[in-house]
């Protein structure tokens, strides 16, 4: 689909949500990989070796766990407060970004429930909307459909309002793809404060997944 991410079947961006509050001194936010993925290892003869860690048969392949950034403008004082109680008492946030996370699991003999490394943002906020933000399930790059209760049907997948999934039909070797809005626990290391001019106040929020 052509126009632009905000365009997607899945958009990509917006205004996230932060402990339940939906900021709109916050966007865009940036997200960079800190740990977990595939490393390369070279070897002597020139070649690699791709290697990811094993979590288990259930889990994805090779989460992720990132470093989020914005910069936030003191234009909404609620706002403000949110992320400064945060900072100063020291506890992980909920933060929804609006951007998705795509996992992939490869199915193992006696194995149909899969585990996300992190709960769904629907599960998260009541403000989150799922209509405009839909989560994409593929068996083999064949779209599911997605339900939230009871056992699933043939070409169904259940997302549990959490980490977990369900796929009935799925044989040993099929490749399970989900990608979802996901809901990251995070911590504020650090929040530099800018007062570029009178009445003007900025700051760089920069939060680390705390799992």
Request: glycine share 8%; charged share 15%.
């Amino acid at each position: 689909m052509s126009g632009g991410p905000e365009s997607w079947a899945q958009p990509q961006g917006g205004h996230p949500i932060i402990d339940d509050v939906q900021f709109v001194s916050a966007a865009p936010v940036s997200r960079t990989p800190v740990a977990g993925g595939a490393h390369l290892m070279r070897m002597w003869d020139g070649s690699g070796v791709v290697q990811a860690p094993f979590l288990a048969a259930a889990r994805s392949e090779a989460p992720q766990f990132y470093e989020f950034a914005w910069d936030q403008d003191g234009a909404t004082e609620s706002e403000w407060r949110v992320i400064s109680k945060a900072q100063a008492q020291g506890v992980a946030i909920e933060l929804i970004p609006m951007l998705t996370e795509h996992e992939v699991f490869t199915c193992a003999a006696g194995t149909n429930t899969f585990t996300l490394t992190r709960p769904t943002a629907i599960s998260g906020s009541a403000l989150f909307n799922s209509t405009a933000f839909p989560d994409v399930a593929l068996v083999d790059g064949v779209a599911q459909t997605i339900v939230t209760s009871g056992t699933p049907a043939t070409g169904e997948v259940d997302i549990q309002t959490s980490t977990v999934i369900t796929a009935s039909d799925v044989t040993v070797g099929q490749v399970l793809e989900i990608i979802y809005y996901p809901a990251y626990s995070v911590l504020l290391p650090r929040l530099p404060l800018d007062l570029p001019a009178f009445n003007s106040l900025r700051r760089r929020v920069v939060v680390s997944e705390a799992a």
